[in-house]
Structures are given as structure tokens and as C-alpha cells.
């Protein structure tokens, strides 16, 4: 008798019988395929037999699976049939996971706006919210970076780095020439855009720009967008910041641009939010997934009347 243990490699072989291979059946399970090999490898040692078969089409079952495949696949249906009614017993709840800056920036002074419109709705976001933590896959994980597959992936917006200062400091510099006024004034480096292609640091912007600036590499080093700005709200600095999240902060003036806004690049990356399958039924979700869309709109909508349209 196979033992309850080995659940996990009856499922592996199930998938990959089912999609053909093991880079499908690791998609659809979040391991890698040799992890899908792994589970099937430590299923046929223990019983001792073959259960896979190459063909031309993809994997099949040999013959030692042949006849126990239909009840492996009615079996985890009516497992997935279980885990999905169990699922609607959660309620309206919504589990995000989200970059922290993004949360902190731009989805937090968003949310009462959802929440007035949906009062029953609960969030748990990052492992925190009036929704307690469950262990489990999450409903929505909003990242930044590059574009993943459309089905289950909306891209959010994608951002526009400028140099960004201080009011103060912006009075500072300008009373230096453009090609210069960073000489001998402390940058404050920011890694949240390190792995974009499209060149989002000091040593690209300068040489793009044609300013002098001796060692463009040196300076304060931050990952997180939120330490940058409190760096920079100390007068402590210049950073190259992406508006997308800020704006609410450039129109009040907390912050301001010493160089024109034509110095600044759009990113390549993106922030996008990314959906479970099986959202179907879950009304609340498929409300906040439209909610998301919408305000993602509104900040294209400003990021191109402030930086003009993305190339």
C-alpha cells in the first residue's frame, strides 16, 4: 500500500502524465522540473516499478501506471473540488504580498478608497492587516521587474527615475550651472532599480546627461526606496527616485527635481500584479484586481502628463 506520504509524488506523476512533461506539471505545482522528477523517482523506487514513459508527444504512463491513472485523476479532482469549497469558507478576505515600498508608497494611500467601497472586505498584507495570516498560497503578489505572462500578470505602470532632492537642496543646487551642480554634492544611491536594463544609475545618468561628477559611484547605498527619501528629506542628498510612487509627494512639494524632468529614463521593469488562477467565484478578489487596474490607470495618466508619453 502506498503510504499517505508520498501524496505529494502521486500528485507529481498525475500532472506530468496529465500536461506531458515535467515543465509543465512543475508550472502548475511551483517546483522546479527536477523536482517534479525527484517526487516520480521516489515513487517508482519504493514501489518498484517504472511508472513513466517517454514518447513522442511527451511523457506516458508505462505500463505499471496504466491502470491506476484514471483513479489518480478523478482523485485529485475531487481533492481540488474539496480545497476549492473549503477556499469560499475563508470569506472576503485578500492576502497580498507586495515590495514593501510599493505597499508603504502607493497602495496604502489607495486602500480606504477600496476599503469604503467594500467594507467587508479584509486585507493581510505582507503577514499583517485585519485579515490573520493563513498559511497558504497568496491571492495577488505585486512585484517590480520584468514582464511575466499576461493571463495571470497585469502590468501596473512602469516608472519614470529623476534626480530628486530636497526644497532646500534644490535651491542649492541651483545656484551652481546644470553641468556642474552636483560636483562635491553627496549622492544617495538607490539598488530598488539596480537589475533594470534600461541604465536607472547615478554613473549612467551623469554620462547621459553630460554633468561633471567625480566618482559617480560613490555615496549613501540604499535597496530601499523609502530610506532614499528619508535620506533625502535630511537634506543629506541627491537620488535617483522613480515618480510613479512619489507623485503625491511632488505635487505637495515635499520633494523637488534639480534638473529638468527631461533628464530623467523610463524604466524597462515594471510593477506588476500577479493573480492566482483560481479566482472564479471569488467576486472580492476579481473587484480588487478592477480596483488595482483603475488606480494603476490613474498613475500612467499622471506619469505621462509630468514625463510625456513612454517611448
Known sequence: MVAPTHLRSLQALELALRKGSFVAAGQALGITPAAVGQRVKALEDYLGLELLARGRSGLRAAPGAEAALPHLTRAFAELETAAQELEL????????????????????????????????????????????????????????????????????????????????????????????????????????????PAGLSWPDWVAANGVQRSAPERGLRFRRITAALDAVAADAGVTLCGLALIGDQVDRGAVGLPYPIGTGRWSEHGFQARFRADTQGRRHVQRFRQWLAEESRATRTWLAAVAGPQP
Open 89 to 196: 469558507q475563508r470569506g472576503q478576505e485578500i492576502h497580498l504580498a507586495a515590495a514593501s515600498d510599493f505597499v508603504e508608497l502607493w497602495l496604502r494611500p489607495r486602500l480606504d478608497g477600496f476599503r469604503a467601497a467594500n467594507p467587508n472586505v479584509r486585507f493581510n498584507i505582507n503577514g499583517e492587516g485585519d485579515a490573520p495570516l493563513r498559511l497558504g498560497r497568496i491571492d495577488c503578489e505585486i512585484s517590480y521587474g520584468a514582464a511575466r505572462d499576461a493571463e495571470r500578470t497585469d502590468l501596473l505602470f512602469r516608472d519614470f527615475v529623476v534626480p530628486v532632492t530636497s526644497p532646500l537642496n534644490v535651491e542649492r543646487t541651483a545656484l551652481a550651472a546644470p553641468e556642474s551642480r552636483l560636483e562635491g554634492f553627496p549622492l544617495v544611491h538607490l539598488d530598488f532599480y539596480k537589475d533594470d
